[in-house]
């Protein structure tokens, strides 16, 4: 079956930088769109970041924009979340997420599989 396991998440400070990976097994990668969404405490699971599976176009949410850079490694079947300039807002736990889509899509509902998740705490 289909499994995706996140790494890299931590605490930082402020103006730091941290660099997620999602390792995916059970799929033919290079055939998925990946996103990255995020669950702050409280509230619902907000798209991040996402690379289609054809010709690596990416997208991002507004906030992260110019922050956050996502991209692929097809033959490590690993997609990463560049993260630089954190703030504390964006602490959360962050997840990955797979989908057949030829671009990926901001709508959680639209992806097939998903991770774990691993926890981002962005404080002083």
């Known amino acids: 079956q289909v499994q995706l396991v996140e790494s890299g998440g931590g605490l930082v400070q402020p103006g730091g930088s941290l660099r997620l990976s999602c390792v995916a097994s059970?799929?033919?990668?290079?055939?998925?769109?990946m996103s990255w969404f995020r669950q702050a405490p409280g509230k619902e699971r907000d798209f991040v970041a996402a690379?289609?599976?054809?010709?690596?176009?990416?997208y991002y949410a507004d906030s992260v924009k110019g922050r956050f850079t996502i991209s692929r490694d097809n033959a490590k079947n690993t997609v990463y979340l560049q993260m630089n300039s954190l703030k504390p807002e964006d602490t959360a736990v962050y997840y990955c997420?797979?989908?057949?889509?030829?671009?990926?899509?901001?709508?959680?509902?639209?992806?097939?599989?998903w991770g774990q998740g691993t926890q981002v705490t962005v404080s002083s």
């Open positions: 059970g799929l033919t990668f290079s055939m998925y769109s």
């Open positions: 690379i289609s599976r054809t010709f690596g176009g990416t």
């Open positions: 997420a797979a989908t057949r889509l030829r671009r990926g899509s901001s709508r959680s509902d639209e992806y097939d599989s």
